[in-house]
């Protein structure tokens, strides 16, 4: 444990800048080998503090919201490439000044909005389904038949007038050889409108900065799909790849309960507030100097701080006792947790902090009551 996470409020997400380099370093090869733009898919990551770094590497954003839009606009800058499951009225007009590019998901949203899209000169696409079956947790899996998100093949004999792009998304957390295949599905169920298009964007999910991910084949695949079609400019828009493994969330344990024979302690944290996709996906996260329950003399189940009764993040074994004051470090908690977290309890939300290269730890932002209150009232 950093002694240095002492100082900082309890609970805290601490975004380290060198581990996010080290991620946007390994992308920018795969943008410079494989002829391909990376942009950040907000949804996993819209900790916009750090957008500077992000934005050395990068050169825009994915937005599925009017607000993810804004935010990329405001706070990133470079392009921005829309798609949501669906598009208001209200906020359509808002939508094409903050886009460079926009994906529809269905022919009917296409064809309510076609008009003021060519007037605006935006480049439109339509996301399709590829109909590849790459994810195993149902929750995470958007390309399987009945899915709502991406317009079937049978639709799509044809592009309608001003399409440009095609967008697909089908993989989460997977790895090359997943892209592989995502590569030849559309290319078979899609490439007879390929002469067509400007641009392919692949999603996300491609988890290229996870440890033993098979970066070659990845980079052979896209060139081998540019080579086939080099009128086509491909892009990716990876969340988890980008802040995978890229900071913690400091906890505090505030007692120690025993119940039904087992040692709990509970912490100033919530799975279900602050690492939602604990109980999601689910997933066991990794707690610093803890292993398996039974591994190390001293086995704790470990909860978290609302009434929820399954609030519990899992069984953990420790070398030590457990003692109330002392703090845990659950590793990998920057991707898919900020963005995701909710005030329900009201418990007390995680500042947010960024450790830079130098050592030096900024808190960047802290909540209190009026954050809770505003959001109900
Ligand atoms: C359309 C779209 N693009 C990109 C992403 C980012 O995926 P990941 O964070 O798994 O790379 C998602 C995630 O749900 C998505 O729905």
């Given amino acids: 444990m950093s002694s240095t996470y002492q100082s900082l409020p309890s609970p805290c997400y601490v975004i ?27 949804k996993g990551f819209a900790s916009w503090p750090a957008f500077g770094i992000v934005a050395e590497y990068l050169s825009g954003c994915s937005a599925s919201s009017l607000n993810e839009a ?35 998901n269905s022919l009917s949203q296409w064809h309510q909005f076609s008009g003021k899209v060519l007037r605006s000169g935006i480049s439109a696409g339509l996301r399709v389904n590829p109909g590849v079956n790459e994810v195993e947790t149902a929750l995470y899996n958007p390309a399987f038949p009945q899915s709502r998100l991406g317009i079937p093949r049978e639709e799509l004999d044809a592009l309608p007038a001003g399409i440009e792009g095609l967008h697909v998304h089908a993989l989460c957390e997977n790895d090359a050889d997943s892209t592989q295949r995502l590569i030849a599905a559309v290319e078979q169920k899609f490439g007879h409108l390929f002469d067509q298009l400007k641009w392919l964007n692949l999603g996300g999910g491609h988890l290229m900065t996870r440890k033993g991910y098979d970066l070659d084949l990845l980079i052979d695949s896209l060139n081998g799909l540019r080579q086939r079609h080099p009128h086509i400019d491909v892009v990716l828009e990876p969340g988890s790849a980008i802040a995978w493994q890229t900071g913690v969330l400091v906890s505090t344990i505030l007692d120690l309960v025993k119940r039904g024979g087992k040692d709990i302690a509970i912490l100033d944290t919530s799975a279900t507030a602050h690492m939602p996709d604990v109980l999601e ?24 701080l609302t009434c929820l009764a399954g609030d519990v993040i899992g069984e953990y074994a420790f070398d030590q006792p457990l003692k109330t004051g002392d703090q845990l470090i659950f590793e990998d908690m920057i991707h898919y947790t900020m963005v995701k977290t909710t005030m329900f309890n009201g418990v007390q939300h995680p500042a947010l902090a960024i450790e830079y290269a130098d050592g030096n730890i900024e808190i ?14």
């Fill in 364 to 377: 960047k932002r802290e909540f209190g009551y009026n954050d809770y209150r505003n959001r109900l009232g």
């Fill in 70 to 104: 804004r935010l990329a606009r405001e706070e990133f800058g470079g392009h921005v490439h829309t798609y949501a499951p669906a598009y208001t009225e209200a906020e359509f007009g808002a939508l094409l000044t903050l886009s460079d590019r926009l994906s529809f």
């Fill in 16 to 42: 380290e800048e060198k581990l996010l380099r080290n991620n946007l370093q390994l992308i920018q090869q795969v943008q410079q080998r494989a002829g391909v733009t990376v942009i950040l898919a907000l």
């Fill in 281 to 304: 996906m689910p997933y066991r996260p990794e707690v610093r100097k803890a292993g398996m329950p039974g591994a190390k003399p001293y086995t704790y189940v470990l909860g978290g």
